[in-house]
């Protein structure tokens, strides 16, 4: 399957993702994940990136399509892709579809994740990220085991910089302001699904309901 998944940060983006690649091989490709590792590797991207991401402000499109621009030629992406936060802006998607009449290829959906605000806070405020695999846990309903230590990796469990109080507020009106435009974009395009996304079980059985897959 080829979706982008939209949502505000903490609508349970990269956890559908994740589930969803279970389903058909389809890999999932967050841009936050890549900018991150790009930063721990101290690359010239993540020197370019690291004070936007640090201050919750998007990293450049430029920056972004040379990224993506690469990445959904990769040959992985040939079972499908789950688009994780990007696009993010309408210039973003703009290029993404340009891209995509370039390589051939068509979306079977973009899912907007709809979340009310105080469960993004809540949710945001209490996650905690792998820094190793990324994998997602949360202080209060999934606890890693040992505090502090990933189960799948023994990795580090932290709570990323930009999850703090000040971050999360700019990181919510940034995306009010660039990339909730992206639902009425979408719409016009006639891809756009709207899902209630408290539950991710829910979600994830919305998108195969919307495939036809059983
Ligand atoms: P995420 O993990 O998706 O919340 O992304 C973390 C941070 O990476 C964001 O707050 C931005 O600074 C940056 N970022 C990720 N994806 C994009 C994108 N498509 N466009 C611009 N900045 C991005």
Sequence with gaps: MRLILLGAPGAGK?????????IDGSVQISTGDILRAAVK???ALGQKAEAFMKAGDLVPDSLIMDIMGERLQAADCQAGFLLDGFPRTI???????ELL????????AAVSLEVPREV????????RTCVDCSA????????PKQDGICDKCGAKVIQRDD????AISNRLEVYNAKTAPLV????????????????SEVVVAQIKSHLGIA
């Design 41 to 43: 590797a101290g690359s």
């Design 163 to 166: 999850e703090t109080e000040e």
């Design 120 to 127: 993004i806070l809540d949710r945001l405020t209490t996650r």
């Design 184 to 199: 009425g974009f979408y719409s016009k395009e006639g891809l756009l699904l709207n899902v209630n996304a408290t539950s």
């Design 136 to 143: 997602i846990y949360n202080v209060k309903s999934n606890p």
């Design 14 to 22: 990269g956890t559908v993702a994740k589930m969803l690649t279970a």
């Design 101 to 108: 009449g370039k390589l051939g290829l068509t979306l079977d």
């Design 91 to 97: 210039p973003q998607a703009e290029a993404l579809k």
